[in-house]
């Protein structure tokens, strides 16, 4: 019997309030919507590490971001190279081995830089992007149209197989939008299955980079900002932003409503596994940050979202789902076996209902990134992976230990009651002392993690 197909959709930057059944953000997005009503969602989906290429590396390899390697995004001006190891398994290498048709469109950034080895790559690569060529780096994918990093929306480039750039001339997300629906045409009658991964950048930014057909529905939104934005922060150009915000996720629900009509139309929706989710969110103010790589619910909860008719139950699965659990969890659904480098859950019983032991809580990290902060450690003789911030998520908690991004600074622990305190503005500042149960459980797991990925992050009383 023919395996179900897999369909993984996943937005760059898109935070779990900007869905419109949730009620949160201004959005206007009744294709998700209606998918959500559709589909098992998952409203405890969690990235790891908040940014970009960690989130990605865990999604591919079911393996925490440091245990690959990927401490920071694929970036330049780094001594050390950082990319997705080709000696990693990883999903689509064993999905392709178990007789998947594999394909891969829009952002990959998982492979290093192409500046770091050549200052005038043929590609015409720039800044973080690379091109991928055919072979291991692709991690399985045989079918192939991406690029490394960039961020010109309204004006993207892709790579097949060869360095010679493809410049479609319009916005990102609509021309994969086109080009995964030629994918499936091309295989769904085919006696292999397939399993296509179709990465949008938007809403990430640049905000401004978005289709004015978007953007005019949302040109004269009277701003409804959370209670954690802070006064100085509503200014007109964040509200300007929020409404660019809101516009490019709309541009993407019009886009995935588009995939979902064709596979409605072909008669595909029983025979496709559909997962839509995120890398991680984006702040807009909240805290009075921007963009993500901290551990507030804007930035770490994301969308997750899986249908497949006739199969899975619509409703509602609340188990604490982890960047790790992505793989493991979709070879389980394929039925495929899991292998056993995957570190993360797989939760195919506990969402059939068949299986009590789901994980309670889930690690949280970010760790110093950016080369000055890098070099100012490695002058002082310091670890700079041992810092950063470090944490535990729950049903009812978040608790991070924090030592900061730069040395010499305070540690500082802190304790989120989201439960009643769904905005986080009241943590608990945790003194270093302490004998309290709840603090000290929260240390013990922490130590854990640390020990299961080998994290060297300094803990409080070392």
């Given at each position: 019997?023919?395996?179900?197909?897999?369909?993984?959709?996943?937005?760059?930057?898109?935070?779990?309030?900007?869905?419109g059944?949730?009620?949160?953000?201004?959005v206007?997005?009744?294709?998700i919507?209606?998918?959500?009503?559709?589909?098992?969602?998952?409203s405890?989906?969690?990235s790891?590490?908040?940014?970009?290429?960690?989130?990605?590396a865990?999604?591919?390899?079911?393996?925490?971001p440091?245990?690959?390697?990927?401490?920071?995004?694929?970036?330049?001006?780094?001594?050390?190279?950082?990319?997705?190891?080709?000696?990693?398994?990883?999903?689509?290498?064993?999905?392709?081995?178990?007789?998947?048709?594999?394909?891969?469109i829009?952002?990959w950034?998982?492979?290093?830089?192409?500046?770091?080895?050549?200052?005038?790559p043929?590609?015409?690569?720039?800044?973080?992007?690379?091109?991928?060529?055919?072979?291991?780096r692709?991690?399985?994918?045989?079918?192939?149209?991406s690029y490394?990093?960039?961020?010109?929306?309204?004006?993207?480039?892709?790579?097949?197989?060869?360095?010679?750039?493809?410049?479609?001339?319009?916005?990102?997300?609509?021309?994969?939008?086109d080009?995964?629906?030629?994918?499936?045409?091309?295989?769904?009658?085919?006696?292999?299955?397939?399993?296509?991964?179709?990465?949008?950048?938007?809403?990430?930014?640049?905000?401004?980079?978005?289709?004015?057909?978007?953007?005019?529905?949302?040109?004269?939104?009277?701003?409804?900002?959370?209670?954690?934005?802070?006064?100085?922060m509503?200014?007109?150009?964040?509200?300007?932003?929020?409404?660019?915000?809101?516009?490019?996720?709309?541009?993407?629900?019009?886009?995935?409503?588009?995939?979902?009509?064709?596979?409605?139309?072909?008669?595909?929706?029983?025979?496709?596994?559909?997962?839509?989710?995120?890398?991680?969110?984006?702040?807009?103010?909240?805290?009075?940050?921007?963009?993500?790589n901290?551990?507030?619910?804007?930035s770490?909860?994301?969308?997750?979202?899986?249908?497949?008719?006739?199969?899975?139950?619509?409703?509602?699965?609340?188990?604490?789902?982890a960047s790790p659990?992505?793989?493991?969890?979709?070879?389980?659904?394929?039925?495929?076996?899991?292998?056993?480098?995957?570190?993360?859950?797989?939760?195919?019983?506990?969402?059939?209902?068949?299986?009590e032991?789901?994980?309670?809580?889930?690690?949280?990290?970010?760790?110093?990134?950016?080369?000055?902060?890098v070099?100012?450690?490695?002058?002082?003789?310091?670890?700079?992976?041992?810092?950063?911030?470090r944490?535990?998520?729950?049903?009812?908690?978040t608790y991070?230990?924090?030592?900061?991004?730069?040395?010499?600074?305070?540690v500082?622990?802190?304790?989120?009651d989201?439960?009643n305190?769904?905005?986080?503005?009241?943590?608990?500042?945790?003194?270093?002392?302490?004998?309290?149960?709840?603090v000290?459980?929260?240390?013990?797991?922490?130590?854990?993690?640390?020990?299961?990925?080998?994290?060297?992050?300094?803990?409080?009383?070392?």
């Amino acid at each position: 019997m023919k395996k179900p197909n897999l369909l993984y959709i996943f937005a760059d930057q898109w935070r779990y309030e900007a869905m419109g059944y949730v009620k949160e953000d201004q959005v206007i997005t009744p294709n998700i919507d209606r998918f959500a009503g559709e589909s098992l969602c998952f409203s405890n989906a969690y990235s790891t590490f908040p940014l970009c290429s960690p989130h990605r590396a865990s999604l591919m390899t079911g393996k925490y971001p440091f245990s690959v390697g990927m401490w920071t995004n694929c970036k330049i001006g780094l001594e050390e190279k950082i990319m997705l190891k080709p000696q990693e398994t990883c999903i689509g290498n064993v999905l392709g081995d178990h007789g998947y048709q594999t394909g891969y469109i829009g952002k990959w950034h998982l492979d290093a830089s192409e500046l770091n080895f050549n200052p005038h790559p043929e590609s015409g690569a720039k800044n973080w992007d690379a091109y991928t060529p055919p072979g291991e780096r692709r991690q399985g994918f045989d079918y192939w149209l991406s690029y490394g990093a960039d961020d010109e929306h309204l004006d993207p480039h892709y790579w097949a197989d060869s360095p010679k750039q493809i410049r479609p001339g319009k916005w990102s997300a609509e021309f994969e939008t086109d080009q995964a629906i030629s994918y499936i045409e091309e295989r769904k009658d085919g006696e292999e299955p397939f399993a296509l991964f179709v990465s949008y950048n938007p809403p990430h930014l640049p905000y401004e980079l978005v289709p004015e057909q978007y953007y005019e529905k949302f040109r004269d939104l009277p701003v409804r900002w959370r209670d954690n934005v802070p006064e100085e922060m509503r200014t007109e150009k964040l509200e300007t932003i929020t409404r660019q915000y809101f516009a490019a996720v709309h541009g993407i629900d019009m886009q995935f409503g588009r995939i979902m009509e064709y596979l409605r139309e072909q008669g595909l929706e029983e025979d496709t596994l559909v997962v839509l989710s995120a890398d991680h969110g984006e702040m807009l103010g909240s805290h009075g940050l921007m963009s993500k790589n901290v551990w507030y619910e804007e930035s770490v909860h994301i969308p997750l979202m899986m249908r497949q008719k006739g199969r899975i139950a619509p409703g509602t699965y609340d188990g604490i789902f982890a960047s790790p659990d992505h793989m493991p969890t979709l070879l389980e659904m394929l039925d495929v076996p899991v292998p056993e480098t995957c570190q993360g859950f797989g939760h195919k019983k506990a969402v059939f209902g068949m299986d009590e032991n789901v994980p309670q809580d889930m690690f949280l990290c970010s760790y110093p990134g950016g080369a000055e902060m890098v070099a100012e450690f490695e002058k002082r003789g310091l670890a700079h992976k041992a810092y950063g911030w470090r944490g535990i998520k729950t049903h009812r908690y978040t608790y991070v230990v924090s030592r900061g991004y730069a040395p010499g600074e305070e540690v500082k622990e802190y304790l989120y009651d989201d439960l009643n305190d769904r905005y986080q503005l009241s943590p608990r500042m945790i003194e270093k002392e302490t004998d309290e149960e709840l603090v000290l459980g929260f240390r013990r797991r922490l130590e854990e993690y640390l020990e299961l990925t080998q994290d060297p992050f300094l803990m409080i009383g070392r």
